[in-house]
């Protein structure tokens, strides 16, 4: 099946500081979605692209839409305690494809 | 304001016995799904429904039956347990209105095998 490389797999990063992670294809999507994980918890949708070079902004996150299809960004500036947890990308091959491809997550740790 | 219930959210079985994990939803989705989510692997699809009385296999279905006999429900069944099904299941739904929506999820089944 399809897969996604989805990276860095872990961060240590300090209160305060900005976070970048990537996922990436080897297909095509036309619908990338951001979703994250607390805890105990379910994944819950962070942020939604339909639309390849799109900029989507939801407070402190940001995330792209690669231009090529095969890849997407997610940016977090200032991270606060909260911003703790594991961060899945998940895309979608064909528009009405009611299936999801998701990444294998990245862990976000605060230092306090 | 319920959205995606899952029951029960602990359990332990041992090798060899059934159970079901039942998925309630109220948003009147039409399409339903079940995951496993091990550790490293991210969430991989085990069976989804795109209608009531329809089911459908996803990329790790083997050992599982669903069935979904009710727009709302979803049920996950595992006939006879296996320590490698030892896992975190989560189930999730989604709107046929729109070719676009994304997946709403519950807060998980955590399903132990000894």
């Known amino acids: 099946g399809q897969q996604l490389n989805q990276s860095p797999q872990s961060m240590f990063i300090q209160e305060g500081e900005d976070v970048s992670m990537n996922c990436t294809s080897s297909?095509?999507?036309?619908?990338w979605l951001w979703y994250k994980q607390d805890p105990g918890e379910g994944p819950v949708l962070l942020i939604a692209l339909y639309k390849a070079g799109e900029l989507t902004s939801n407070g402190r996150l940001t995330a792209q839409f690669g231009i090529t299809r095969k890849d997407s960004f997610l940016n977090i500036s200032a991270s606060i305690p909260s911003d703790v947890g594991i961060y899945f990308c998940a895309g979608r091959s064909t528009f009405g494809n009611e299936k999801l491809t998701f990444g294998t997550g990245t862990r976000l740790t605060i230092i306090p | 304001n319920a959205g995606v219930t899952q029951t029960p959210k602990f359990r332990v079985l041992k090798t060899g016995q059934s159970m079901t994990l039942l998925c309630a939803q109220d948003m009147n989705h039409e399409y339903m799904y079940w995951y496993r989510q091990d550790p490293g692997m991210g969430l991989r699809l085990i069976h989804y429904s795109v209608g009531e009385g329809t089911t459908a296999k996803g990329e790790v279905p083997d050992g599982y039956n669903v069935s979904r006999l009710k727009k709302q429900n979803f049920l996950l069944g595992l006939e006879s347990a296996a320590p490698s099904q030892t896992s975190v299941y989560f189930c999730?739904?989604?709107?046929?209105?729109?070719?676009?929506?994304?997946?709403?999820f519950g807060d998980g089944t955590r399903l132990s095998i000894l």
């Open positions: 999730a739904s989604s709107s046929r209105v729109s070719s676009n929506q994304p997946q709403h």
């Open positions: 297909s095509i999507f036309n619908t």
